[in-house]
């Protein structure tokens, strides 16, 4: 189904929901799957308003990630890049034995988002599942 979400437009896999406006004050946007996985997958948006466009591009997407990485702790070695239409995607994937954690910076050169996926537990089955609806939700990112 697609659906517009905090100035995004995504195809949004049945049994997700948006559970926002059940967290604290504060919190990123975020979807969850009714699911025994127990993973979330979170949004920070930044949308170009005004002044001079940013025009990012791989590089600048790929400087955010290493950043991210050192900061968690995740080998650089595991970024990759994408193209979904007219949006850049850097990501990195990492599991350890109690944690599965995806992130991905997505720009169409003027706009922003940087995504989530943190699941915990060992329940793989159901975490990859999981995480495969999230790339295709990653996948169908479009900045309105």
Do not use: H
Not at 20 to 28: A, I, V
Request: charged share 25%; net charge negative.
């Amino acid at each position: 189904m697609i659906v517009q979400f905090y100035g995004i437009t995504i195809d949004l896999p049945v049994g997700w929901e948006d559970i926002t406006d059940d967290l604290p004050e504060g919190w990123p946007p975020t979807l969850v799957k009714e699911s025994d996985a127990g993973g979330a997958l979170q949004f920070s948006i930044a949308k170009y308003r005004s002044g001079e466009k940013p025009n990012a591009d791989f590089d600048v997407l790929r400087t955010f990630m290493i950043e991210f990485c050192r900061n968690n702790f995740l080998d650089i070695e595991r970024i990759f890049e994408r193209k979904f239409g007219d949006v850049m995607c850097v990501g990195v994937s990492s599991r350890t034995t109690d944690q599965t954690l995806s992130a991905w910076y997505l720009s169409n050169g003027n706009d922003f988002a940087f995504v989530t996926y943190l699941a915990q537990g060992e329940e793989y089955d159901l975490i990859d599942e999981e995480l495969g609806e999230t790339r295709e939700i990653i996948s169908s990112i479009s900045f309105e």
